[in-house]
Every structure is written in C-alpha cells, then in structure tokens.
C-alpha cells in the first residue's frame, strides 16, 4: 500500500507563501506523476498541478499558473506546491496524489493513491 504524506499547511494572511511537501515513505516516485488537488469547503476537488517526477515535465492548471510552482526532490522522493500571492480562495484541503501516466497533462483523472490532506487557510 503506497502512502503519501502532506505537510506545510496552516494559516496564511492574503499575500502570503507557503510551500506544501507530499513524501511517499518507502515507495519510489520514479514511474509516476504526482499532482497536488484541493478541495474547499462546499465544493468540489479540483486539480491544481502534475508533475512526472522521472523527467520534471509539469502542468499547471490556468487558475494557479504564475502563482503556484510543483518541483520535485528526487533525493528525498518528495514533491513540493509553492504557492505565493495566497488568496482568501485558495482556503481549502490541498491532497497529493499519483498516477502512472506517459503525459503529466492527462494525470488528473488517472490517480491511484491519495494522501489524507493537508489543510491551507488563508485569512487576515
């Protein structure tokens, strides 16, 4: 059973950064994509980014681009979400998840493994 674990959520005041990691403790990321979703209060899950952590190609959804970055650290088989320029409406559950998929902008419907989420609130 592969597990993933997300970190770095919290309270954030509009304006702010935070940077969320997703590790997969004892399993290799090398063969898959990871993508970071969210999921607000009230709404539905909606991606955010995939990367394959094999050859770093990314993708980005057009609500994030410019203000969100997906990187990996293959060294420590983690991926991380930068998220600057926080928004009240960015509040919201953020999960990691992978899938084995040849091209990152097809993994949002094609994850297998979620982690349990880790919560951002963005708030003055």
């Known amino acids: 059973q592969v597990q993933l674990v997300e970190s770095g959520g919290g309270l954030v005041q509009p304006g702010g950064s935070l940077r969320l990691s997703c590790a997969a403790p004892?399993?290799?990321?090398?063969?898959?994509?990871i993508g970071w979703f969210r999921q607000a209060p009230g709404k539905e899950r909606e991606g955010i980014s995939c990367?394959?952590?094999?050859?770093?190609?990314?993708h980005y959804t057009d609500f994030v681009k410019g203000r969100f970055t997906i990187s990996r650290d293959s060294a420590n088989n983690t991926v991380y979400l930068q998220m600057n320029n926080l928004k009240p409406e960015d509040t919201a559950v953020y999960y990691c998840?992978?899938?084995?998929?040849?091209?990152?902008?097809?993994?949002?419907?094609?994850?297998?493994?979620w982690g349990k989420g880790t919560l951002v609130t963005v708030s003055s």
């Open positions: 998840a992978i899938a084995q998929v040849y091209d990152v902008k097809f993994c949002y419907d094609a994850m297998d493994y």
């Open positions: 990367i394959s952590f094999r050859d770093g190609s990314t």
């Open positions: 004892g399993f290799t990321l090398d063969y898959y994509a």
